[in-house]
């Protein structure tokens, strides 16, 4: 459940209406508590909010308005009970064609990059799942809460797809070079204790309000600071990493479509997607 705010009116909600679109209601919902300055973003693609191009596309609007509207702290977070962000639509990869995989890749890269460089802070509420983009997305953010029970990690090679080297790299930041080597390589998806013994995840909660509570207290550490020095600090800290994937991010566009493209790797896609059937059963 979200934070209760204490007067509702101060409870700003900007809603957008998107096309094409399973989910009730808008894919990207916020909540903005103006007496505190700290904005909720609510991933809202039902039923395990897996990124589409359109999706992220929102996203990517969002923070665009949310450093429009000069916030003073995000708290990104799903509405589900068990999933935080399932990663990439894995329909996405099926068969695509190139334009749309070359466009989806851009976005993928765009989210990244956008939630990775705001200017203000940002904690991801992990109530749930986050295997690979799911695990990407709590990456760009400054500090991770998660709840106990579920997993995260940087699953992708357990789906024939390689690592991009400017996620490596925010792995690496997060855990160290040994941790994220192996982790990637191997494709480990950590339960929320593992996470937070290799230093993945921050802190862990017993639920969401506790979750939410420990989310306000990390913005709260920022309350009397000069914002400008926190963020050009933190900026000063992330953008080179922001400017290396740019320059690089045609070759990346390329070697995802050379993977994506590749009959084995579709062949792989399938029968991974037949597992997630199977594992229903
Ligand atoms: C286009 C991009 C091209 C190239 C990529 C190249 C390189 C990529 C490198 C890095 C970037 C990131 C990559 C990724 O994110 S790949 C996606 C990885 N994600 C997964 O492997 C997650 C798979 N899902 C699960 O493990 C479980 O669903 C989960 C634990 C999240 C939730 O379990 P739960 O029991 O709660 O739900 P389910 O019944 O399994 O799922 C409900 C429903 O949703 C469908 N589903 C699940 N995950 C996805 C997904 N990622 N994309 C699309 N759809 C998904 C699932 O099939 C069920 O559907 P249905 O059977 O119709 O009800």
């Not at 359109?54 to 068990?82: C, H, N, Q, W, Y």
């Not at 802190?203 to 926190?230: I, Q, V, W």
């Amino acid at each position: 459940m979200l934070r209760k705010i204490a007067n509702p009116a101060r409870l700003l909600t900007f809603q957008r209406t998107m096309a094409s679109t399973a989910s009730t209601g808008p894919l990207v919902r916020t909540e903005l508590d103006s007496q505190t300055g700290y904005a909720t973003v609510i991933l809202n693609r039902a039923p395990v909010n897996s990124l589409s191009l359109e999706f992220m596309a929102e996203i990517i609007k969002t923070v665009d308005e949310l450093e429009r509207s000069k916030i003073r702290g995000m708290i990104l977070t799903s509405p589900s009970s068990k999933v935080f962000c399932a990663g990439l639509d894995v329909l996405e990869m099926v068969n695509p064609s190139e334009d749309r995989l070359r466009s989806v890749w851009r976005n993928l890269q765009d989210t990244w990059a956008k939630l990775y460089g705001t200017s203000f802070p940002t904690v991801a509420l992990i109530n749930g799942h986050a295997p690979a983009g799911g695990c990407l997305l709590a990456l760009t953010c400054e500090y991770r809460i998660m709840c106990s029970n579920f997993s995260i990690g940087l699953n992708e090679t357990q789906l024939g797809l390689a690592v991009p080297p400017w996620l490596q790299k925010t792995m690496r930041n997060t855990v160290g070079s040994r941790e994220a080597e192996i982790a990637c390589i191997k494709g480990t998806m950590f339960s929320s204790e593992e996470a937070l013994k290799i230093g993945l995840v921050d802190e862990l909660a017993a639920d969401k309000g506790e979750a939410m509570h420990k989310a306000c207290n990390y913005l709260d550490t920022f309350k009397n600071m000069s914002p400008y020095a926190r963020s050009a600090t933190k900026l000063l800290l992330r953008n080179k990493k922001i400017e290396d994937m740019k320059r690089a991010r045609e070759d990346d566009i390329d070697r995802v479509v050379k993977n994506v493209m590749n009959s084995d790797f579709q062949a792989g896609l399938a029968a991974y997607l037949q597992s997630l059937k199977d594992r229903k059963k």
